[in-house]
């Protein structure tokens, strides 16, 4: 940790000496001092020097107007604050300052006082712009009514938030945390005097490791390369790279987005994104992945033309089947989450179907504070703000999950006890949930194919899937009464395989991460007997049961665990007519999807028409749901407008041929 009391004290002694020192210099002599440091962007000694011009010469007020913007630049909202109750009431010669002058206070914890104070700014103000500085102040204090009540509600007792140990934290900036796992954190930092991304690994039971720049990343030259996100598959990284020749300020600093791939242990010369991504003249960074199906969803933050104002959030997306760059047209993330203010630091949580972001124009405790929507791409539900402890009077952003989902990381300038004693520089501070604790469940029930009967005495094996596609065997059972159920962490790809004397085995790989799409992954896991069929153990794997786990998501109490009694059954099929393998006849096709649960709601008012099939179509991964048999076209036609009608989802169902068991054309509709 950073030793705080030392830092204190040794800081404490240089205002002691600096303030004697400047007691002797008059204030025209501040007043150059001031103006050198200032040009040199050293802010923090450039307001000491015009608050000390300013106190030897208290008729220029323009000298408390510059403390204060010094202090505010470097955010000491406290001694801003103070500089500026001098000036607070000439919004004539400092516009807007008498607004500036509350939101300190309200950054500065003080809500109440600021409460007053945009009040009275309010009331004195008479631009021709009222009416919307009226709406920025309303939202202001009712910024400041919600602070109030988190105040007497407290924090949320499922989150506790840690501030991170100095082997990742430093006096300089440390923010765009990245979780590769819960032990391995990548992050950026200026702690070398410019931004670049660093990596910290914690071994169990112990505290980050000290922090080292990343191995085998591309060379970057000069400029600053920062905020970062790894595709799910760990192919693709992207990150912004942004202009050297200025001072990392965060917002400030012109950034745009770039694309490193993985080859091996290396990582490729690193490819801008197009223009159309990176406009011109404006900054564009934080990206964010979330991957779909075959569409990958790139997430930023930028200033670009067409926004609401300020930094908002904005989409584009790619065919992950494709290696170029070709993303669409960026599109505004919308009212929902854009303001006039300050959209910034995107993370779309697959697993909860969530946009986390950070925002001060919309209903903030403080500065910068951490929202979530539920959604996708443009189409949102209000944002939410998520409270205390996450947010605080000062700024907070950057929230990120840790794959595992027990946690994740937030970036705050926040003072935090001792172990961070002012708001001038941000820090990454940790946090874990206490209760409920999310588990996901794999379970379901292994059948005889040829009687549909549930099998006893089955061998069932878990393995986990890693990025080239090899399998590492985690746990096996013994199930007596054909049931398994394992625990799995979401955000993985896993195998289950089912092995039995007299049976070909048979297995199913999964992907965690969908558990958002539903609720379970569909029908029971069924064994072929030695002699039926065809023998082929892989022809299996694709009929009846292309899904054979359920996957959950279970909420536990502390230290209780509790899960839902979840078990999938053996269903009938929907007709009791042999399916058709001989000759020329007819299916309807219904929908394709990534996942099938062949009991979802949505198939009700179908599957009681034909018996519901389902086909893996390799090439897309996708799964198509076919209704199925029809001996002649006229019987499928009879029954497609009625399809069509029953889901909004089935509008484009159509009819396919089939010949001795093979699908052929489509027939015209």
Known sequence: MKNPVILFIFTATLLAINVQAQDKLSWKKHLKLADELFAKAQYADAGEHYRAAFKQKTKKKELAYKAGNCFFTIRDYRNAAEAWKNVKDDNAAYPLIGLRYARCLKQNGEHEVASSEFVKFLGNYNGADKTAISQIVQTELRGCELAAQYTIKGDDPNIVLEHLSSNINTPETEFG??????????????????????????????????ASPIDNFPV????????????????????????????WGGLTTHCEIFVTRRVGKTWTSPERLPDYINEQNVSTTQPSIVQNGNTEILYFASNRNGG???????????????????????INAGSRINTKGDEITPFYDKIEGNLYFASNGQLSIGGFDIFKTKGAKSQWQTAENVGTPLNSPADDFSFVKAPSGKGGFIVSNRSYGMDKVNTTDEDIFGFTYETPVVQYVARGEVFSKAS??????VEVAIYEIDDKGQRRFLKKVISANGHYDFAVEPSRKYALEANKDGFFATYYDFDSNDYNNYSDFGAPLYMEPYGVGSGDEGDSMKEDAQKMV???????????????????????????????????????????????????????????????????????????????????????????????????????AFIVEYKDGERGDTMKQ
Request: hydrophobic share 35%.
């Open 550 to 652: 359920v996957v959950e998501k279970v909420e536990m109490p502390k230290k209780e665990v509790v899960t839902k009694t979840t078990t999938t059954k053996a269903k009938a099929e929907a007709s009791n007519a042999a399916p058709l393998t001989t000759g020329t006849y007819y299916k309807i096709q219904i929908i394709a999807l990534k996942n099938v649960n062949l009991n979802h709601s949505r198939f009700g008012n179908v599957k009681n028409m034909r018996r519901i099939d389902k086909e893996f179509y390799s090439d897309r991964k996708l799964y198509r749901v076919m209704l199925a048999d029809y001996a002649t076209l006229e019987e499928a036609q009879a029954d497609l407008p009625a399809i069509r009608s029953s889901n909004k989802d089935f509008s484009d």
């Open 177 to 210: 945390p990245i979780p590769f796992s819960d032990e391995a954190l990548y992050f950026s930092s200026t702690m070398a005097k410019r931004a670049e991304i660093y990596r910290s690994i914690r071994t169990a039971g112990s505290d980050w490791g000290k």
């Open 220 to 247: 970057i030259e000069g400029d600053h390369f920062c905020n970062g996100a790894l595709t799910p598959d760990a192919s693709r990284f992207y990150f912004t790279i942004c202009k050297s020749e200025e001072k």
């Open 308 to 330: 609401m104002g300020g930094m908002d959030i904005w989409y584009t997306t790619r065919e992950i089947s494709s290696n170029a760059n070709d993303f669409t047209l960026p």
């Open 452 to 457: 549909r009967e549930v099998l006893e005495d």
